[in-house]
T-cell receptor, first 111, second 113 residues
Framework: SQQGEEDPQALSIQEGENATMNCSYK?????LQWYRQNSGRGLVHLIL?????REKHSGRLRVTLDTSKKSSSLLITASRAADTASYFC???????????FGKGTRLHILP | EAGVTQFPSHSVIEKGQTVTLRCDPI?????LYWYRRVMGKEIKFLLH????????ESGMPNNRFLAERTGGTYSTLKVQPAELEDSGVYFC???????????FGNGTRLTVT
């Protein structure tokens, strides 16, 4: 069954605005990872947050994790056209290192 | 370092035929994963190798799918016989440790007609 569920499924914003995507999951995790996929390409790892961390930053990316609510958010600040892509959260399960992805959020940055 | 490579990039076959997909992970990565994405749906886990052993194959849809990783290097995923619902993009990924970030190949787009 699906572990990660991203929300919204699609998001269109103006260049320069901030984009926020959310991810909910069901079971206990070791860590949670965010990936980006450009059309026709493989996924690229963006950021990893461990289960004992609450917030992490990398450049224009900010990830939060709330293990009590089993949810995470990815914030992209000052969006650029090049940020147009699909974004996926992936949960790494505690018990067996299984890495489970959701359906993703399609982000479109408008010029 | 060379990334994860997958071959072929595209494959179009008829229902009932056999197709073999290949994945070359990053050298030294013991963990190798196969995933599949059907249009608009989630990236579904198929299986996970640690070296040449199948750590978890719970996501394999049925016995028409066979994955191997002889010698713990490259891996193959064979579909025999292919059905229409097998169409999708098959991704391979590798990692150094079991819970560390994955490095993905560009995928093989399989179309079964």
């Amino acid at each position: 069954s699906q572990q990660g569920e991203e929300d919204p499924q699609a998001l269109s914003i103006q260049e320069g605005e901030n984009a926020t995507m959310n991810c909910s999951y069901k079971t206990s995790i070791n860590n949670l990872q965010w990936y980006r996929q450009n059309s026709g390409r493989g996924l690229v790892h963006l950021i990893l947050i461990r289960s004992n961390e609450r917030e992490k930053h990398s450049g224009r990316l900010r990830v939060t994790l709330d293990t009590s609510k089993k949810s995470s958010s990815l914030l992209i600040t000052a969006s650029r056209a090049a940020d147009t892509a699909s974004y996926f959260c992936a949960t790494v399960l505690n018990r067996d290192d299984k890495i489970i992805f959701g359906k993703g959020t399609r982000l479109h940055i408008l010029p | 370092e060379a990334g994860v490579t997958q071959f072929p990039s595209h494959s179009v076959i008829e229902k009932g035929q056999t197709v073999t997909l290949r994945c070359d992970p990053i050298s030294g990565h013991d963990n190798l994963y196969w995933y599949r994405r059907v249009m608009g749906k989630e990236i579904k886990f198929l299986l996970h190798f640690v070296k040449e052993s199948k750590q978890d194959e719970s996501g394999m849809p049925n016995n028409r799918f066979l994955a191997e990783r002889t010698g713990g290097t490259y891996s193959t995923l064979k579909v025999q016989p292919a059905e229409l619902e097998d169409s999708g993009v098959y991704f391979c990924a590798s990692s150094l440790r079991g819970n560390s970030p994955l490095h993905f190949g560009n995928g093989t787009r399989l179309t079964v007609t």
